[in-house]
């Protein structure tokens, strides 16, 4: 019989391997595919027993904290956001129910301790042998409070956004959306923050306008259009025009728009005046001229058709650029697929996010190159030391110098005696450009828009505002909002 | 060093293992156990010295790492037990004082000669039986999660089929020891009260839906089968009869239907008819819940565990994330807090106690004595393979304890039984040798 219980015994004996072949396939090689699933609820609580990292703004201004709960003798950590819906869209959320947004969801690997430097590597598995609770890394951010604040405020009861930029650096300043929530409800009432309502539909709350939001962009398109005239080298500064009050369009009028500071005819304008007071013959007939092809090309060299860079989520930042049927287009064949006379007014059917749009006037402000807009300055490891500082980098030159320097002075007298001297601040250069766009046909409510940096030739700040659903013009209802922040930001110390 | 001194320095290893164990529970825990986890690491070992003792009185020759690699499995256990829920751990201390009890007991009855069993076949496998359909009668029996295996007497409750599996071996190892030369020629006639016996036991299976153990037999079955009449032809015979009987039943019950179902697609994209609530669900959210939660937590553990007492097993409102985890899914738990390096180590411990089963039966003379060796050696392998296959997916899950790890009494009891048998026959194989 023994040679039977020999091969029986092979048997039993396999039977236990192939249990240890098995286990050893679900806690390596499946496992990251089953960390991963939305279902995994286990994932979902451990990631509540590591204590958090905080989230702060420049100032040290704490922006999400902890909050100890203790179940069935284990410590979680739930999170608080003692700003309420101030910085809600850029810092986003992190709760069981709904998962996670922002800077909580694309940070989550630094928050959690779990990101592979060397350090947090090391300092981890420490905690973790010792049985210690682990800690995530802080983050620090670039963006000012107070001048927050002010934005917040001053889009109170609207729909809109603004963002400031710090043109030298990319720092991201402020980054507001309205209408907000209270990150806070997101766990315990969601209800109520499905039905905040605002003074446009959908109201969207959960929507980061700032980076997300896509909008018709009117007349301040007309940098970008003024950009590419300037440097196709057809054009300078002095070049002069004859504005009859409209431009011809597939043998239709195209009337110049309403918002413009002087009388609707303006006759022969130089190029300086013609973005002065937004004349729509003007820049069609430039348009028309250089093509849509170039300004495309152009606002391609600003970062329009990529996801603005920043470190909030991928899916929380849109591109801008062309849009047809919802989506991004870029044309095979410019001069047929697009009316380029209407593109370089910026109507056709661009669209464009606050991000973009103030990269847009730093671009001017800075010389011609964009700085990588940034929102994050540092990340510390729980006992202090850095584990991750973002460094200004060049993300692109959207022009040439000498196309910057005209554009300076171009914006400069939008502000000092064009459609925006609403922007002006006493004693300091401030350059500007409205932006009115129609959203549907006369009558209708507008899509208003004021982009601007000061103090031009050194600027500080580069912003752009945008508001939904307004009656005036981009320089009686986004220019003074673009003031007070600017103001806010000129006023505090100048950050280095 | 002599057998039982060897066994003596190795359960003084267990012990300090076991007391390295509660004491990393606690220090986890502090919060929620007290220090009197400790003293269940002395009253653990103080145990396992009288168990060695009853061993050093009845069988001096037998295997001497088999006791403590099975005071190792149920001090994991218990530590585990115990971390999970210290209410269960006491009820399960007692269950172990039971088992080592009947250990004892069995060892003290037969260290003379267990051979005269042989002689009761018959009467140990009508027994078997009777256990057999204890939980199908209507007054005493219950049903937990679709099966019928539990007996209520008052407060007490008691799985029967666990010493059923112990009787029926014994059944099977004296009845094929006495016709293995006549089966093996294939009469049909010898094969009547075998087919009738094993019948009967397979039928009362079917009707309490324990699907696990209708594999646990039948896998024994053939087992013991081959060994005895060293025919290939049986065993293929054999596991047709029963892949043809399991199709039928596939077609038939419901109940075996979704579990095949839930092991080839724990996972759904799309909803699917919920019969827990009638609602539509996800598959993994409905019927298949308990089996993939038990892999996220097998998952979770990745290459070195959470750590004793770390383990994620609650949700943030303190409910359960896996039901049935001290029995049926322990090895989830196991597998969670002591990582793969762990619960590759327990399973070793697994293949250690099935080689030494084995090699005590290559050791043992007689046929009955090789055949009862391989019977509850095979059993103890089939039925760890059946619970933690299933937890692991590579078979069908069926709720199953795993063998002295599991929280449950009839489970240990059975066991210890099972320890004993294998110890009576080391004895005398080694007694006879010396």
Redesign the interface.
Known sequence: ??????K??L???A??????V???????W??AG??D?Q?????R??Q??IKRGLIRAADGTVLASNRI??????K?Y?RRYPQGGLFSHVVGYST?SRSRSGLESSLNDYLTGSNQNLDTVLKTTLQ?IR?ATIKGNNVWLTLKPGAQRVAMQQLAGKCGSVVALDPRTGKVLVMASRPTFDPNLVEKDFARINNISAACRPAAPLLNRATDGLFVPGSIFKVVTSAAALDSGKYTIDSRFLDRGYCIEYGKKVLNFGDQGGPEVFGSVNFLQALQHSINAVFCEIGNAIGAGRVLGTSKQFGFYDDPPLETPGNERSPSGLYNRGKLFYPGDPSTQVDSGRLAFGQERMLTTPLQMAMVAAAVANKGVIMEPHVVDRITAPGGAVVKRVRPSKDRRAMRRATANDLVQMMEAVVTGGTGTAAQIPGVRVAGKTGTAETGGPGTPNTTWFISFAPAGAARVAIAVVLQNQRGSGGTTAAPIALAVMQAILAGRSNP | MNARNRELANLVAVGALTALGFASVY???Q??VSTASLSYAGFFFALYLAAHLVARLTVPDADPYLLPMAGLLTGIGLTEIYRLNPSDAFRQGLWIVVALAAFAATLFLLQHDYRRLESYKYLFGLSAIGLLVLPALPVLGTSVNGARLWVHVGSLQFQPGELAKVFLIVFLAGYLREKREVLAQGRLKDFGPLLLIWGGAMLVLVETNDLGSALLYFGIFL?ML???T?RVLYVALGTGLFLAGAFAVYHFVGHVRDRITIWLHP?TDHAVYCSLNGKML?R??CASYQL??S?????????FG??L??G???????GQ?IPYLNTDFIYSAL??EL??VG??AL??V??LV??R??KI??LADD?FS??LA?GL??AF??Q??II??GI???IPLTGITLPFVSYGGSSVVANFVLLAGLLLISNRANAERG
Do not use: C
């Open positions: 019989m023994n040679r039977q219980i020999a029986l015994a048997v039993g004996v039977l236990v391997a192939a249990l240890i098995a286990t050893t396939y679900w806690q390596t499946a496992t089953l960390n699933r279902d995994n609820e286990i994932q609580v451990a509540f027993s709960k203790k179940a069935g003798g284990q979680l739930f069981q973790r049985g | 220090i986890a825990r919060e929620v087992a081959y060994v005895a060293a996972w996800p993994q959210d993939v939660k892999l996220y937590s097998v998952a979770h553990g990745s290459w959470t750590g007492g770390k994620t097993f609650r949700t943030t409102d303190g994330l597998a969670q990582g793969l619960v590759a399973l070793l697994y293949m099935v080689a089963g084995f039966a290559m046929g090789k055949l391989i050696t095979f392998a089939l760890t393979f933690v296959g692991l997916r590579l």
